[in-house]
């Protein structure tokens, strides 16, 4: 019974991901778009080898076991974000942007074969009839993109599958069952494409070329992993528990902070780093209002952990574990948090999202490792939120839903607006976040776990949550109309209420992060 319910969740995650994918074809209508097509083919028949590798435990790594493989969904958010890109800077006519697109798009094709290739490899019996389909969608794309890439930038794609191959092997020994196979050709694959952009924009700095805010990003993401692996494999060899573990611990991370961080900062921007994110920070009167105001909200996101953590110690449970609406609470301040920014300031928006990012992780460490004082004390206040997607060492769920917000801010190709496509309808993009995670999940998972009562086929997302959280959507598309005079849909109502429908039903089947993956396929389909 189980297998079978199983079976149709996938059958419906792989027909919404599909109709994505038609979507974005019918729409472009390229060779990059067919090759999209030919992935998401092969993607679903190598999607069933990682999972019964994952229920035989012949997986290589260890995976999270709480949800099925992922390949197909996660094979395409890369390739696609590339490829609507490519369409959107084509139409605005800026050509290093346009072939940014197409490198994005090849990138992540690449990722999505070799961990197709790795399935196929290690699976016994040998799957002839997988393998002949995966060759022939792998030759179809390596065949059209050979045609379509310059030497330069071939040598990129590879260097970015180089990087890739390296972080797994690394980081999925260190994290074991915090990742499922698609979210870590996604999760993986992202840190691998930033620090190849990275060291390329360091070795050919050009000054005056470059957004400093764009540079603020890859710093601080390249930086934050170089120091989890650094302090992974360092408490391996000591105690990260005792008080010299944590006195060493910070004064590593001001060594690592002071001595690479902010020199490679410095490099890139060409201007004291601390220096120019104060300036930033405090530039006008209403970047002040903004971050009180935010301030006030990160201290009330703290209070209702505390009184969260207070109710459980005067129940008679211990075990208690937060409810689903409880863990919304914190999707309503995230909301209220990123409106006031989308609206009033995106920059600062999107630099104060890049702190926040480097914050949570930076705790996430302290956390992890134990490091004194408040090591214990993190483990102890945030236990209460775990769910069966934290089944690894890490708690991911808080850091997935800052990304799930944020990545259509971060990922909103600026120089591309003013001209292109991402007028109109293109400026709703980086409110996808908002309203796919923000408003469409809350939703969802409130009124589904109250009121709900008709389950979709295979799954316990029910009927009445899915729509209300289309509804709910669509009215908050209808309030951005009324606030942020730069949103105008130029008469594409059909195509946005398709593009929440879509991405609500697959909120409804997905086992994977929806936080992540959800403002991801609403992005793709807006820009589209």
Not at 276 to 294: G, H, K, M, V
Not at 343 to 370: H, K, P, T
Not at 505 to 521: F, K, M, R, S, W
Request: with cysteine; net charge neutral.
């Amino acid at each position: 019974m189980a297998a079978a319910m199983t079976s149709k969740a996938m059958l419906g995650e792989a027909a919404i991901v599909f109709i994505v994918v038609l979507s974005i074809h019918a729409s472009v209508w390229d060779r990059y778009s067919w090759c999209a097509v030919a992935l998401a083919v092969q993607a679903f028949y190598v999607q069933y080898k990682w999972d019964r590798l994952l229920q035989q435990g012949a997986a290589v790594f260890q995976f999270r076991t709480t949800a099925n493989s992922g390949l197909l969904p996660a094979s395409m958010v890369i390739p696609l974000l590339g490829v609507v890109m490519k369409k959107c800077c084509e139409g605005a006519g800026n050509v290093y942007f346009e072939r940014f697109g197409v490198v994005v798009a090849a990138t992540g094709m690449a990722l999505a074969l070799f961990l197709s290739v790795l399935a196929l490899g290690i699976t016994r019996p040998v799957p002839t009839n997988t393998c002949v389909i995966s060759g022939l969608a792998g030759s179809v794309i390596i065949y059209i993109m050979k045609h379509s890439l310059s030497v330069a930038e071939v040598i990129e794609v590879l260097e970015v599958l180089l990087i890739f191959v390296y972080l797994n092997m690394i980081l999925l020994y260190l994290l074991p069952r915090c990742f499922t196979p698609g979210e870590a050709l996604l999760i993986l694959g992202a840190i691998s494409f930033v620090l190849n952009q990275l060291i390329k924009r360091s070795l050919n700095v050009i000054q005056g070329r470059g957004d400093p805010v764009d540079f603020f990003l890859l710093v601080v993401v390249v930086g934050m992993v170089i120091m989890g692996v650094f302090f992974s494999v360092l408490f391996v060899f000591m105690d990260s528990g005792t008080w010299t573990s944590s006195l060493f611990f910070h004064l590593m991370t001001g060594v690592l902070g002071l001595g690479i961080i902010m020199p490679w900062l410095y490099h890139l921007i060409r201007e004291n780093p601390l220096l120019w994110l104060f300036q930033f920070l405090f530039q006008s009167e209403t970047r002040i209002y903004l971050l009180i105001y935010w301030s006030l909200l990160a201290a009330s996101a703290c209070l209702v952990v505390m009184y969260q953590n207070a109710k459980r110690l005067s129940s008679e449970s211990k075990k208690h574990q937060a409810s689903t609406i409880t863990r919304k609470y914190f999707h309503f301040i995230i909301v209220a948090t990123y409106i006031p920014g989308l609206i009033f300031d995106r920059l600062l928006l999107y630099v104060a999202a890049v702190v926040c990012l480097a914050v949570f992780i930076f705790l996430e460490y302290i956390r992890f490792f134990r490091i004194k004082p408040f090591g214990q004390t993190l483990r102890n206040l945030l236990s209460l939120f775990l769910d069966e997607r934290d089944s690894g060492p890490l708690i991911l769920t808080h850091i997935y839903l800052l990304l799930g917000m944020s990545l259509p801010v971060w990922l909103f190709p600026r120089p591309c607006a003013p001209k292109g496509s991402l007028g109109g309808i293109g400026a709703l993009v980086p409110y996808a976040g908002v309203l796919a995670v923000g408003v469409g999940d809350t939703i969802a998972a409130i009124f589904g776990s109250t009121v709900g009562e008709i389950h979709w086929p295979g799954t316990l997302k029910t009927f009445e949550g899915t729509m209300t959280s289309i509804f709910a959507q669509i009215i908050s598309v209808a309030l951005i109309l009324i606030f942020d005079s730069r949103v105008d849909l130029n008469s594409s109502y059909a195509w946005i209420l398709g593009s929440i429908s879509i991405v609500s039903l697959l909120e409804a089947y997905t086992t994977q992060i929806d936080n992540l993956i959800l403002p991801l396929y609403l992005q793709i389909l807006l820009m589209a």
